[in-house]
């Protein structure tokens, strides 16, 4: 998968492994999660509206455009949401299990 963001500069950090939508990736010690899904992938996550994908918009916690699930069901802001070893992160409403992502709708 194409990513949004690519590393150009302190590409010597500790790594380790997160999971995104059941899938192995990277993130760097000192990263948010928007910026180990957006390293990782090409968007951030479903909109919970049905209009398609999201990434992010104001990279300070003020938009509300970037909310992602961890597995067991927590709403987290991927822009301020430090990275931790081990984390498995839900961003596509298809792969989420019922009660981690909002049902709009439904």
């Known amino acids: 998968m194409?990513?949004?963001?690519?590393r150009?500069?302190?590409t010597g950090r500790?790594?380790?492994d997160i999971t995104i939508d059941g899938?192995?990736?990277q993130a760097a010690e000192g990263d948010t999660l928007m910026v180990a899904l957006l390293t990782a992938q090409d968007t951030l996550r479903?909109?919970?509206f049905g209009d398609g994908r999201r990434a992010?918009?104001?990279v300070m916690g003020a938009c509300q455009d970037c909310w992602v699930w961890t597995a067991d069901g927590e709403r987290v802001r991927a822009c301020t949401t430090p990275a931790v070893p081990g984390m498995s992160i839900v961003t596509r409403v298809a792969l989420a299990t019922e009660g981690v992502w909002p049902r709009i709708g439904t």
Do not use: H, L, N, Q
């Open 46 to 48: 479903d909109s919970e």
């Open 23 to 25: 899938i192995v990736a």
């Open 8 to 10: 150009v500069a302190e």
């Open 56 to 58: 992010g918009f104001c």
């Open 14 to 16: 500790k790594t380790f």
């Open 2 to 6: 194409k990513a949004r963001f690519v």
